[in-house]
């Protein structure tokens, strides 16, 4: 389900998902496919790890890349979850032919 909150979106990011939710900053975003599909992959990864232990995992991870990167936007865009979203966010059949845990093979690609 899509919602527009430009208050629980923060600041400098256009969309958030809390599964089942996809906050959007603004109702024209609902027209951004890619963006829509970016957050389609984030719905289908708290799924595949049962959502409680995605936000663990995720925000264990951006406190590792953050020491990593020195740096926010580094540490949050190599995430293995924003990784793998970011390089499939424009293949619209992605979730389609995405197997099971595939963000797994994200948590030692090369930096984004």
Known sequence: MILISKYLVP????????????FLKHQKLKEDMTLINHERIH????????IFPFYIIYVTEFLIR????????????NISFERECY???NNLG???TRKLWTFITYFKANEF
């Open 11 to 22: 600041k400098g990011y256009t969309g958030l998902t809390i599964y089942p939710f996809v």
């Open 43 to 50: 719905l289908r990864q708290q799924l595949e790890l049962l």
């Open 66 to 77: 953050l020491l990593q990167y020195k740096g926010w936007k580094r540490a949050y865009r």
């Open 87 to 89: 390089l499939n966010e």
């Open 94 to 96: 992605y979730l389609k």
